[in-house]
Nanobody, 124 residues
Framework: QVQLVESGGGLVQAGGSLRLSCTAS????????MGWFRQAPGKEREFVAAISYGGGSTSYADSVKGRFTISRDNAKNTLYLRMNSLKPEDTAAYYC?????????????????WGQGTQVTVSS
């Protein structure tokens, strides 16, 4: 059974930084693309960042480009999201997800497994 467990969320002031982690188990982590999504209250879930199985390809939403960095450590079965220069509009529950295949994916429908989420709150 696949499990994705996020951690690292919290309350931070605008301009601050956080690093989210997602530890995976249940199937070979290095075989699958991974992604981060977020959902704010009353809003649709939205794509944040994605990375291919080996980490060689990444993609970002325009709203986070230049501020967030997605990375992975396949030896540790862990996905990361480094978030710098945080803004109040980044406040949301953040979810990691594991894709059906190896390539990075932007659409949530291309992801098979999801974590339970970790809350990020950015105060102004």
């Amino acid at each position: 059974q696949v499990q994705l467990v996020e951690s690292g969320g919290g309350l931070v002031q605008a301009g601050g930084s956080l690093r989210l982690s997602c530890t995976a188990s249940g199937r070979p982590f290095s075989n699958y693309g991974m992604g981060w999504f977020r959902q704010a209250p009353g809003k649709e879930r939205e794509f944040v960042a994605a990375i291919s199985y080996g980490g060689g390809s990444t993609s970002y939403a325009d709203s986070v480009k230049g501020r967030f960095t997605i990375s992975r450590d396949n030896a540790k079965n862990t996905l990361y999201l480094r978030m710098n220069s945080l803004k109040p509009e980044d406040t949301a529950a953040y979810y990691c997800a594991q894709a059906y295949g190896r390539t990075l994916q932007i659409l949530s429908a291309e992801y098979l497994y999801w974590g339970q989420g970790t809350q990020v709150t950015v105060s102004s």
